[in-house]
C-alpha cells in the first residue's frame, strides 16, 4: 500500500493569510493526487485533482503543485469559510489511501 | 449536476450484516467514465477508501475489508449497494458514496462529486 503523509497535522492562521500544506507519498505516484476540503459534521469537498487542477466550480485561491512523491496545497487570503481539515489522496494504485489531514483553524 | 444519497439502517447489531444504498440523480449511472465508489470515516478520524464498482459491475475493493464485502450495481434503479459481513464495533463511520472520474480516459479515477454521508452505528 502507497502510505501518504502530511504536514503540519494542525495549523493556526489568520483571515488574510497564504497557508501551505504539504502531502507526501511513499512511493513515486506522478500526479495522481488529489486534495479534499472537510468541515465538521460533512462530507468531504473535491478541490483539486491531477496534483494542480481544480475541480469544477472550486475558486483560484486554491493551488496544488508537485509530482512524484512531494505535493503541496497553497490557500491563498485565508477567509473564515476555508478554516477546515484538508486531505490528500493517491489514486495511483490500489488500495487508493489518504493522508491523515491538515487541520487549519483560526489563530 | 450529478447527485448522490446514501440510505440504510443507522444501527446494526455486532455479527450481523451492514447494507447500504446509494442513489445517482443528475447523471447516468452507466456512463464509462465513473467509478462508483463507497468511503468511510469513523468518528473522530480520517478517511478510508472502501471500494469501488464499474457499471459493469466490475469492482475494486481494498484488501482489508475485501473478505467482508460486497460491492453491487443495479443500473436500471440508478443505484450502488454496500454489503459489509460481520460487523464489529471498528466497522462504526460515517459512510459516503462517491462518484470517480476519469477526467483524461487514461483509467485513473479522481473523486469529483460525494454524498453527504450517513452514520452507521456498530452495537448491541
Known amino acids: 500500500d502507497i502510505q501518504m503523509t502530511q504536514s503540519p497535522s494542525s495549523l493556526s492562521a489568520s483571515v488574510g493569510d497564504r497557508v501551505t500544506i504539504t502531502c507526501r507519498a511513499s512511493q513515486d505516484i506522478d500526479n495522481y493526487l488529489a486534495w479534499f476540503q472537510q468541515k465538521p459534521g460533512k462530507a468531504p469537498k473535491s478541490l483539486i485533482y491531477?496534483?494542480?487542477s481544480l475541480q469544477s466550480g472550486v475558486p483560484s485561491k486554491f493551488s496544488g503543485s508537485g509530482s512524484g512523491t512531494d505535493f503541496t496545497l497553497t490557500i491563498s487570503n485565508l477567509q473564515p469559510e476555508d478554516f477546515a481539515t484538508y486531505y490528500c489522496?493517491?489514486?495511483?494504485?490500489?488500495?487508493?489511501?489518504f493522508g491523515p489531514g491538515t487541520k487549519v483553524d483560526i489563530k | 449536476q450529478v447527485q448522490l444519497q446514501e440510505s440504510g439502517p443507522g444501527l446494526v447489531k455486532p455479527s450481523q450484516t451492514l447494507s447500504l444504498t446509494c442513489t445517482v440523480s443528475?447523471?447516468?449511472?452507466?456512463?464509462?467514465?465513473?467509478?462508483w465508489t463507497w468511503i468511510r470515516q469513523p468518528p473522530g478520524k480520517g478517511l478510508e477508501w472502501i471500494g469501488y464498482i464499474y457499471y459493469t459491475g466490475f469492482t475494486y475493493y481494498n484488501p482489508s475489508l475485501q473478505s467482508r464485502l460486497t460491492i453491487s450495481v443495479d443500473t436500471s434503479k440508478k443505484l450502488f449497494s454496500l454489503r459489509l459481513t460481520s460487523v464489529t464495533a471498528a466497522d462504526t463511520a460515517v459512510y459516503y458514496c462517491?462518484?470517480?472520474?476519469?477526467?483524461?480516459?487514461?483509467?485513473?479515477?479522481?473523486?469529483?462529486?460525494w454524498g453527504r454521508g450517513t452514520l452507521v452505528t456498530v452495537s448491541s
Open positions: 443528475g447523471d447516468s449511472i452507466s456512463s464509462g467514465a465513473y467509478y
Open positions: 462517491a462518484r470517480a472520474w476519469d477526467y483524461d480516459n487514461n483509467g485513473y479515477y479522481s473523486f469529483d462529486s
Open positions: 491531477a496534483a494542480s
Open positions: 489522496q493517491q489514486y495511483y494504485s490500489h488500495p487508493l489511501t
